[in-house]
């Protein structure tokens, strides 16, 4: 007889000293309640610069479940996530937030769910209630425009928090890419997926670690990582202003031939000048993040980088 499913949570932790506890009691509560599953628990310290560390290790002293993987500093939420992956042992993965924010009873749910025959099962919600309003109307911007310009569907509002099985699992780690954003990489390798709606509650305690600024970079990121339809809007541009040009020339040499030549305009010239001297550095902008992103790859460089760890 096959012995029980092995369920891998990973949680990335940043500066999570006061979430870390509350989450530990409360994912503690799932597991003695899923008797029929076993779990590792592996803790992602993304280059803390609190106690959060000390707080894993103490967990891990005491509880054979924990394994954790510190990083030699803050890589970011999508590299915890792959140095968890990677380090997974689980039939079936899930990715959690430490502040609460998917809350681990959904588990069972999410676990029925692959039991009945999915791949994986994630959480989506259509409301963000709990967010500032610029963080609210953003994002739900950002869902309608990367819907109309990406090479993968993006189910609005929907989590990180996914419970997937194996072969979902190697399909992502199969993806080597170095900027990643695993929203997207989640529909680029497809399979068979259900959705449960869900509303985001409240961080327990502590402040968002994805501040606005951060949160843009991660929208643009999201969008290159998906889309050449900026380049393409770069090459319309140029072909828009290349034929007003013609039309301008024409009709200056035709007034020329039939009027003379008095010379007029210059301040609109200079008008002229400017705009499309700006459009031009604003695309080749465009342009230069796509070569970045290139530059970024073909140097191969790791996504992360471990400090110490319990697992190996
Ligand atoms: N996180 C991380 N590295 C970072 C930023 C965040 O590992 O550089 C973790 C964080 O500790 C949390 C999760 O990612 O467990 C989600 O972060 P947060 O709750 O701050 O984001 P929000 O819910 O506001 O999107
Ligand atoms: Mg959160």
């Keep these: 007889m096959k012995e029980k499913d092995l369920i891998s949570v990973i949680v990335p932790c940043y500066n ?15 597991i003695r309640k899923m008797k029929e599953v076993n779990f590792e628990l592996i803790f992602i310290d993304d280059g803390s610069r609190d ?25 970011g939420k999508e590299a915890g996530m792959y140095a968890g992956f990677e ?11 430490v502040d609460l924010q998917d809350p681990p009873e959904v588990l069972i749910d999410m676990y029925e769910g692959v039991k009945e025959g999915y791949d994986s099962v994630c959480l989506y919600t259509t409301s963000y209630k709990k967010y500032p309003f610029v963080r609210r109307t953003l994002t739900k911007l950002w869902y309608k425009l990367m819907n109309k310009i990406s090479i993968v569907e993006q189910k609005p509002g929907a989590r990180e928090f996914r419970l997937m099985n194996r072969k979902m699992v190697q399909a992502i ?15 680029f390798v497809g399979f068979k997926t259900k959705w449960l709606e869900y509303e985001i509650p409240e961080r327990t305690v502590g402040e968002s670690k994805f501040p606005i600024k951060k949160l843009l970079s991660y929208s643009v990121d999201g969008i290159t990582s998906f889309s050449g339809k900026p380049l393409k809007v770069a090459m319309y541009c140029g072909l ?12 200056i040499i035709i007034k020329t031939l039939v009027y003379g030549y008095p010379v007029q305009g210059w301040p609109s010239l200079v008008c002229i000048i400017i ?5 031009q550095l604003f695309f080749l902008g465009v342009i230069g993040m796509y070569i970045y992103k290139i530059y970024s790859e073909v140097k191969g460089r790791p996504i992360y980088i471990v400090r110490e760890r319990n697992d190996k």
């Design 16 to 30: 999570e000293e006061e979430a870390l506890p509350i989450f530990y009691r409360e994912i503690g509560k799932i």
């Design 275 to 279: 705009f499309v001297s700006g459009v």
């Design 51 to 75: 106690k959060t560390l000390d707080i894993i290790k103490r967990y891990a002293n005491k509880d054979k479940k924990v394994k954790y993987l510190s990083f030699s500093r803050n890589f």
């Design 173 to 187: 780690l199969d993806i080597k890419e170095y900027n990643r954003f695993s929203k997207g990489l989640f529909s």
């Design 87 to 97: 380090a997974a042992n689980g039939d079936y993965v899930v990715v959690m937030d």
């Design 240 to 251: 828009f202003f290349c034929l007003c040009s013609f039309i301008a020339i024409m009709f």
